[in-house]
Every structure is written in structure tokens, then in C-alpha cells.
């Protein structure tokens, strides 16, 4: 297995991106009234259904962060630029996420409607910014793209023998796995620190933002 050069598509750091996302996904269902912050078809189905029972008080729970989603997904594409500063684009954006996560971490339960849109911004800015690990495309934030892939690649193995599909396989179901994980810890964490757990998810992309402080192409040197 070759590791990845680019520091932003690294294995490393599509571990504490997955772990981010699940944490962040359990977070504002489990603490912050049952909405998800990166499922935005569950919100966008749960949209629709509370339009057809006619509550329309609770629309802008689940209407909000869909709308600062988008807008995470568009701050990062206006963010984007050629790595030629000292601060890569992608490290700027897990900054910021960062900065938003911290802040929610101290919104009180009464504000969860601002608490999940923050968060549902910040999943944005994350989802826009990292589509590969490793070269393949993938996600970090959401598990059905990653789990079509998984599944395709382990059928592609067993018709072909091609140790390559094999190894695409196990990989797309690690970021699952890691998914997983991260919503278990976010489980845990809730239990104990209530809001604030968030702070851990904070810590993960800390990780990821030091990851990529990692200059590969000179490693390979």
C-alpha cells in the first residue's frame, strides 16, 4: 500500500475526518433535538414530512441547517486556492470548523436551531473540502457513497481477483467503520460532558489540521 503524498488525502487524516464526522452527526441528534448534521436527506425527508402533517413550526429545524450546509459547501469553493501560502486552503477551512465547533460547544440547549446550524456549516465546509483519501474519492462526513463503493469494489474483486478492488473494499468500509466509531465516542462523550462534548470533536480536527502541517513531498525526498 503506497501512502498518499498530498498530506490532505492521507489515511491519517481520513481517520480523524471520519471520527469528526460521526461525532458530529450524534452530537446534534442525541444533544441538539434529533437533527442530523450532515444526513441532510434525513432532514430534507423529515422537511417534507413535517410540511405534510402541517407542523410548520418545527419547518425551520430542519430547514436551517440544509440552507448553512450549502453554505459551508459555498464558502469552501470560494476558498479554494493553489497551495502557494504558508496556510494550505484545506488547513484554513478545518480552522474554521474548528472555531464554529468550539462556539457550539457553549450554545445553550434552548439555541439548539443555531447550535445545528452551525454544525451543519461546518459539515459543509468539511464535505466540500476533502472528496479523496488516499486518491480515491470519498467521504468523510456521510457513509452511503462510501459504502456503494465498498460493496462494488468487493464485487469487482470476486469477478476479476484484482487485489487492487480488494484493498478499495476493505478501505471504503474502514471509513465507515471510522464513521461508526466516531458516533459511538460522540455517544459516550455526550453522557459525560452534555454540549460541551463537542470540545472532543474540536480536538480531532486538531489532529487533522497538524496532519496536514506534514509536508509529504518532502518526506519522499
Given at each position: 500500500?503506497?501512502?498518499?503524498?498530498?498530506?490532505?488525502?492521507?489515511?491519517?487524516?481520513?481517520?480523524?475526518?471520519?471520527?469528526?464526522?460521526?461525532?458530529?452527526?450524534?452530537?446534534?441528534?442525541?444533544?441538539?433535538?434529533?437533527?442530523?448534521?450532515?444526513?441532510?436527506?434525513?432532514?430534507?425527508?423529515?422537511?417534507?414530512?413535517?410540511?405534510?402533517?402541517?407542523?410548520?413550526?418545527?419547518?425551520?429545524?430542519?430547514?436551517?441547517?440544509?440552507l448553512f450546509f450549502t453554505g459551508g459547501i459555498a464558502m469552501a469553493s470560494?476558498?479554494?486556492?493553489?497551495?502557494?501560502?504558508?496556510?494550505?486552503?484545506?488547513?484554513?477551512?478545518?480552522?474554521?470548523?474548528?472555531?464554529?465547533?468550539?462556539?457550539?460547544?457553549?450554545?445553550?440547549?434552548?439555541?439548539?436551531?443555531?447550535?445545528?446550524?452551525?454544525?451543519?456549516?461546518?459539515?459543509?465546509?468539511?464535505?466540500?473540502?476533502?472528496?479523496?483519501?488516499?486518491?480515491?474519492?470519498?467521504?468523510?462526513?456521510?457513509?452511503?457513497?462510501?459504502?456503494?463503493?465498498?460493496?462494488?469494489?468487493?464485487?469487482?474483486?470476486?469477478?476479476?481477483?484484482?487485489?487492487?478492488?480488494?484493498?478499495?473494499?476493505?478501505?471504503?468500509?474502514?471509513?465507515?467503520?471510522?464513521?461508526?466509531?466516531?458516533?459511538?465516542?460522540?455517544?459516550?462523550?455526550?453522557?459525560?460532558?452534555k454540549e460541551r462534548a463537542m470540545l472532543i470533536c474540536v480536538v480531532f480536527?486538531?489532529?487533522?489540521?497538524?496532519?496536514?502541517?506534514?509536508?509529504?513531498?518532502?518526506?519522499?525526498?
Amino acid at each position: 500500500m503506497k501512502r498518499a503524498i498530498q498530506s490532505s488525502e492521507s489515511i491519517e487524516l481520513g481517520i480523524m475526518l471520519s471520527l469528526a464526522g460521526g461525532f458530529m452527526d450524534a452530537y446534534s441528534y442525541i444533544m441538539r433535538g434529533k437533527v442530523f448534521a450532515n444526513a441532510q436527506t434525513g432532514n430534507i425527508l423529515l422537511l417534507g414530512v413535517k410540511i405534510s402533517e402541517g407542523e410548520f413550526g418545527d419547518i425551520l429545524h430542519y430547514l436551517f441547517p440544509i440552507l448553512f450546509f450549502t453554505g459551508g459547501i459555498a464558502m469552501a469553493s470560494l476558498i479554494r486556492a493553489p497551495e502557494n501560502r504558508g496556510l494550505h486552503w484545506r488547513q484554513l477551512t478545518v480552522l474554521v470548523e474548528m472555531i464554529i465547533l468550539s462556539v457550539v460547544a457553549f450554545i445553550p440547549l434552548s439555541m439548539n436551531l443555531l447550535a445545528n446550524s452551525m454544525t451543519s456549516f461546518a459539515c459543509g465546509l468539511q464535505v466540500e473540502s476533502f472528496r479523496k483519501i488516499h486518491g480515491r474519492s470519498a467521504a468523510t462526513t456521510m457513509c452511503i457513497g462510501n459504502l456503494r463503493s465498498a460493496t462494488e469494489n468487493i464485487c469487482g474483486y470476486l469477478k476479476t481477483r484484482d487485489r487492487e478492488s480488494l484493498f478499495s473494499g476493505f478501505f471504503y468500509y474502514g471509513a465507515i467503520v471510522f464513521f461508526i466509531l466516531g458516533a459511538v465516542l460522540g455517544n459516550i462523550c455526550i453522557g459525560i460532558f452534555k454540549e460541551r462534548a463537542m470540545l472532543i470533536c474540536v480536538v480531532f480536527l486538531l489532529a487533522a489540521f497538524f496532519i496536514m502541517a506534514v509536508d509529504r513531498e518532502k518526506i519522499k525526498g
